[in-house]
């Protein structure tokens, strides 16, 4: 999700540690913390919830100034994409925690009678956030809730890419919740060097596929556990039955919001292409440039390239000619304020950069097949993205959709919104990532879940020990199946 990162000196604004501290000496105090005992108690992860809604409830303004200097994001999408997701998050998590906490009981064969097993929830430890630039609020805030929850000291890493957001965080979070156990450490890619160095009990990265096998090696010198949220480009099958004309409408709606009205398309989540039937391209072409330009009328609606260099990566990939040819609508560049209108493009050759590097940007290619079903191999036969889009009321399709193609989700129907429902998972497969968070799925991720097995003495099964004879063979295999009349008359002697 994010991208190549600038030196230190880049991002202006305040010492990298905030506090003056080395890295070594951040770690230490998070270990301290948590060794000490005190973000086990349920009593100390709600007061960290609460501290965190606290702060996104009293510092909103300054919030929605961070997320516009960095990104010109709109506060209406500041908040429907971060803020408002987390106060949710953060709300989920202060209400159920305590039934998240709470030890699972797991069933236990007769045989083991008298015993009881459960499944305890314990926290992981010291783990360590890596969050990115295009989401830069609701990607640092959101694993923290999960971690907090599951009773962590936490290291959050924003991105430098997003300085106003990196230094709203560390202004913040220490006013708001434990300093002692969670803390921001702001820097450039050298101070990620230096995290790294260190053990931790688990690290989230977020970003591109190439800082994440920098950090898994890293990782990997402590055997530390690593969750890697990638992103792809994310595909969007639309079929011809979608309905009737406000149906139509509606999909359309969804795809336009799916791909420009998320930090203009600069998002893990966003459609990058549409895949259509080609004589269905005209209505489709018609439904999107009406649709552009009632959403984004006002310019200022939809969020700027978060800098020069993303701007010329995404700059070159329309210079290209046969790109270029492509072009239908939009394409204008205003490199001064960093702006790309919302631009469609007919069949780009699919050996093209645009078709074979995620965009992430304003940028959406449109490719045609003959059948839809074709658009099942044309996913296929590319690297498994983080989600699939399909807008249809084929109930047959779906189902090939869902059985034929992987990717860390299926939504059908709409884009981007699967990303709210707490219920759902949020992580990728394959070269998207992998580990799940959000809701309970976020709890889990930072926790392990201890097996705890309590056996009594009043009955002991000597078949289990030497020496060894061939009726106890035959008690054992009894046993393996569960066959517990068998089991007996073997002990008998009524079998062999």
């Known amino acids: 999700m994010g991208r190549v990162a600038p030196s230190v000196d880049e991002i202006g604004g305040g010492q990298p540690l905030g506090l003056g501290e080395t890295v070594s000496e951040t770690v230490g105090e998070l270990r301290a913390a948590y060794e000490s005992g005190k973000t086990r108690s349920l009593e100390w992860r709600q007061s960290q919830l609460r501290g965190l809604l606290r702060l996104l409830a009293e510092e909103e303004a300054a919030a929605f100034w961070a997320l516009r200097e960095d990104l010109g994001k709109h506060h209406a999408e500041a908040y429907r994409d ?118 931790w009990d688990k690290v989230l990265f977020t970003g591109s596929p190439r800082i994440a096998r920098v950090v898994m090696a890293a990782a990997a010198k402590h055997l530390t556990p690593v969750a890697l949220e990638l992103g792809g480009k994310c595909p969007c099958i639309f079929d011809t039955m979608c309905g009737s004309a406000r149906d139509l409408q509606t999909a359309v709606n969804r795809v336009v919001g799916g791909k420009w009205s998320s930090c203009a398309g600069q998002a893990c989540l966003a459609i990058d292409y549409v895949l259509v039937e080609e004589r269905f391209v005209p209505v489709l072409i018609k439904a999107l440039k009406s649709t552009l330009k009632k959403f984004f009328a006002d310019s200022d609606h939809m969020a700027r390239i978060v800098n020069a260099r993303h ?118 497969v394959g070269e998207s990532g992998f580990g799940q968070y959000h809701g309970k799925h976020s709890f889990e991720m930072f926790s392990h879940k201890k097996a705890v097995l309590t056996r009594g003495y009043l009955i002991e099964l000597t078949a289990r020990y030497p020496p060894w004879d061939d009726s106890k063979i035959s008690m054992m295999r009894q046993l393996y199946r569960y066959n517990y009349v068998g089991f007996v008359l073997t002990f008998l002697g009524l079998k062999k």
């Open 82 to 199: 971060e803020i408002g997701v987390l106060v949710k998050s953060a709300n989920t998590a202060l209400r159920e925690v305590g039934k998240w906490m709470a030890p699972e009981k797991v069933w236990v064969p007769l045989i083991a009678f008298p015993a009881r097993a459960q499944l305890e929830p314990q926290p992981l430890g010291v783990v360590l956030v890596f969050s990115c630039w295009n989401v830069p609020l609701g990607l640092s805030l959101e694993p923290l809730v999960g971690a907090l929850a599951a009773g962590n000291a936490v290291a959050l890493k924003p991105s430098e890419l997003a300085p106003a957001t990196a230094k709203f965080l560390g202004d913040n979070i220490g006013k708001y919740m434990d300093a002692t156990a969670v803390k921001v450490i702001q820097g450039g890619p050298e101070v990620g060097e230096q995290l790294m160095e260190h053990r």
């Open 311 to 428: 701007f010329q990566r995404l700059s070159g990939l329309l210079k290209d000619t046969s790109v270029a040819a492509s072009v239908l609508h939009g394409g204008t560049l205003d490199a001064k304020n960093l702006c790309i209108a919302p631009t469609i493009l007919l069949n780009p050759p699919l050996d093209s950069a645009i078709m074979t590097e995620e965009i992430f940007g304003p940028l959406l290619p449109i490719i045609t097949v003959k059948k839809i079903e074709d658009s099942i191999d044309f996913v296929r036969a590319r690297p498994r993205p983080l989600a699939v889009y399909a807008f249809t009321k084929n109930a047959a399709l779906r189902r090939r959709i869902v059985e034929e193609t992987s990717s860390g989700s299926v939504t059908f129907n709409d884009a981007v919104v699967q990303y709210g429902i707490d219920s759902l998972p949020f992580g990728g």
